[in-house]
Nanobody, 123 residues
Framework: QSHLVESGGGLVQPGTSLTLSCEASGLRFQYYAVAWFRQVPGKEREGLVCIGSSGDKYYIDSVKGRFTASRDNAKHTLHLQMNNLKPEDTGKYYC?????????????????WGRGTQVTASS
């Protein structure tokens, strides 16, 4: 049975940084495209960044230059370094894995999901 578990969320001041982590188990992590999504109440879940199984990365414009995603296939982990956080970055962050490649900032398939971790950027 596959599991994705996010950690690292919290309440931070705007302009500061936060790093999220996602630990995967029960799936052949290195073969999957992996991604970070964000959901705000009342809105659809939005893909922020996808890393394909070959290592290629795709970011949406609103986080490009501020967020950096990385994957460690040996440790089955995915990270999201978020710098210069803005109030509009507030939301619940999810990691996901599916397919082999990215279709923009989302995996071409969405098979496995974590339960999310809350990030709040507020003064």
């Amino acid at each position: 049975q596959s599991h994705l578990v996010e950690s690292g969320g919290g309440l931070v001041q705007p302009g500061t940084s936060l790093t999220l982590s996602c630990e995967a188990s029960g799936l052949r992590f290195q073969y999957y495209a992996v991604a970070w999504f964000r959901q705000v109440p009342g809105k659809e879940r939005e893909g922020l960044v996808c890393i394909g199984s070959s290592g290629d990365k795709y970011y949406i414009d609103s986080v490009k230059g501020r967020f950096t995603a990385s994957r460690d296939n040996a440790k089955h982990t995915l990270h999201l370094q978020m710098n210069n956080l803005k109030p509009e970055d507030t939301g619940k962050y999810y990691c996901a894995a599916g397919g082999f490649y990215c279709s923009g900032a989302v995996p071409n398939e969405e098979e496995h999901w974590g339960r999310g971790t809350q990030v709040t950027a507020s003064s």
